[in-house]
């Protein structure tokens, strides 16, 4: 009896276990029963992205894992590595049901801590190391598929990670006596994990990362728009931004760094990284502002920081600057200002140089005014436009100080690169500067620009408040004992102690 208990329960194991075989795998009579891969690597999946390929961490479809699941749940492939011949890498041949649809999931790379596969949710989690070298290019594809007659089935793979680099160049109008030199990029308070939903791609979230990338590096990550900061000093909470190591000189003195080690300057990054897009930022140093002077990004605590013209030593009570307000170079025109205005028009701007628009006129003569009443009042720093637009010690010149260059330097009528003005040079140092003759402008007009040169001092004219004491210059002679109407165009000379 036991004899017959024994034999009854073998046969019925065995029965379970064919019925379980036959509704599982096929009978492996060929091929087309095992799975195999017809695999597409992203650029053509995707489309072309040249871009993206050239910047790109994969010059080839690398070694891929594949979870693959059945309609009840099943693994049918639990993370085992392919070759890009879509063919099982330790060789072991995996079969296809004999019916239903298995769903796959691919992912590169294969092997690699960072890029993790979660077998409840079916989602791929990518977390980024700081180290920009180790970081990883992420593609992935899915499929869903019942028994294909060849057994293949097509992976078309995506990009699910981001790409961003950090390119750099001199404003197109940076003076010569201008250099910057960068030694490394910093990409801070980027997102650092990105999850992957093989149906929707990948979203970022998680703690924030900082990532060096040299002069030339591929900063890897989760598609995001970057969070930028905005105000204060840059610090790990503060916003996504960007830290450049580098020096930058002008007429040589360092504005960023020393002799002896960088400096660092700070950008906003404000930046969409969208999956299999390479995104490159792009940095311009030295960008010429409204008020002339150049700005290379924020200091630490968030201030720009910016170089205003150099100051020229003449050996003189004061020192001049390099070239007008709202100018780059010394041969420019710069901006022209009326008396106590703080706002200057370049030639290409349009303004009506009147009394109406004169600060501090009552009427439209000149004759009423509510501020600088009396002669010889000297501007407020207020209202002194190289004070305002330049900041620190830079102030328009007095009348005394434009006496002082008259009397202490050797004027020489000249063209520097195509434009006529003075070479003022010290008669102590032979240190010298140019004066343009920019001429003036009054109501709309201009006039003898190119011939003549008209500068404001800070002091209203002794023998009427209409007016104010200026410097003008021709070919033929100079004298910085004349007065200009308030409301005149005229150029501003700073000077610094």
């Given at each position: 009896m036991k004899h017959y208990i024994s034999l009854f329960i073998f046969m019925s194991l065995l029965l379970l276990s064919s019925c379980g075989m036959e509704n599982l795998v096929s009978d492996g009579g060929g091929d087309s029963d095992i799975i195999r891969f017809d695999v597409a690597c992203p650029d053509t999946a995707e489309g072309s992205r040249g871009a993206f390929t050239r910047a790109s961490k994969l010059t080839s479809l690398p070694d891929f894992k594949v979870y693959a699941y059945d309609a009840s749940g099943t693994a049918a492939i639990n993370g085992k590595v392919f070759t890009a011949n879509g063919t099982s890498k330790d060789g072991t041949a995996y079969y296809w049901p004999k019916t239903g649809n298995v769903t796959f999931y691919a992912f590169a790379p294969a092997s690699n801590g960072s890029v993790v596969f979660n077998t409840t949710s079916k989602t791929l989690t990518y977390t980024a190391p700081a180290a920009q070298g180790s970081q990883q290019d992420v593609i992935y594809a899915t499929a869903t598929k019942s028994r294909p007659t060849d057994g293949k089935v097509a992976l078309a793979f995506k990009h699910a990670t981001a790409a961003l680099s950090v390119s750099w160049s001199r404003a197109g109008d940076l003076p010569s006596t201008t250099t910057v030199s960068v030694s490394n990029v910093k990409v801070c308070n980027v997102k650092q994990t990105g999850t992957l939903s093989f149906g929707s791609g990948m979203t970022a979230g998680g703690s924030n990362i900082s990532s060096d990338l040299g002069t030339s590096g591929l900063m890897m990550v989760a598609p995001q728009a970057t969070s930028p900061w905005k105000n204060g000093a840059f610090t790990s909470s503060s916003g996504s931004y960007l830290a450049v190591s580098c020096k930058v000189i002008a007429n040589g003195s360092y504005v960023?760094?020393?002799?002896?080690?960088?400096?660092?300057?700070?950008?906003?990054?404000?930046?969409?990284?969208?999956?299999?897009?390479?995104?490159?930022?792009?940095?311009?140093?030295?960008?010429?502002?409204?008020?002339?002077?150049?700005?290379?990004?924020?200091?630490?605590?968030?201030?720009?920081?910016?170089?205003?013209?150099?100051?020229?030593?003449l050996g003189l009570s004061v020192k001049w600057a390099s070239c007008n307000l709202g100018a780059s170079k010394p041969e420019e025109y710069g901006k022209y200002y009326a008396w106590a205005a703080t706002t200057g028009y370049a030639s290409s701007q349009s303004h009506d140089f009147s009394w109406k628009y004169t600060p501090y006129c009552n009427d439209s003569n000149g004759n009423s005014w509510s501020k600088y009443t009396s002669g010889n009042a000297t501007l407020e720093s207020s209202d002194d436009a190289a004070t305002v637009n330049l900041g620190g010690s830079w102030r328009m010149p007095t009348h005394k100080e434009w006496q002082d260059l008259y009397n202490e330097c050797t004027w020489t009528w000249t063209t520097l690169n195509g434009v006529n003005g003075y070479k003022v040079s010290s008669k102590k140092n032979n240190n010298s500067i140019f004066l343009p003759a920019a001429g003036y402008r009054y109501g709309t007009s201009y006039a003898y620009v190119g011939s003549d040169g008209f500068y404001w001092s800070s002091l209203v004219y002794s023998s009427g408040v209409y007016s104010a004491w200026d410097m003008r210059f021709n070919s033929g002679g100079r004298n910085p004992g004349n007065d200009g109407n308030r409301y005149y165009g005229f150029s501003v000379r700073p000077v610094c102690p």
């Open positions: 960023v760094g020393s002799a002896s080690a960088d400096g660092t300057v700070y950008y906003p990054l404000s930046q969409a990284l969208t999956a299999g897009t390479a995104t490159t930022v792009k940095l311009v140093f030295g960008t010429k502002q409204s008020n002339g002077s150049r700005t290379f990004g924020y200091d630490a605590n968030g201030t720009r920081i910016s170089h205003v013209p150099g100051a020229v030593d």
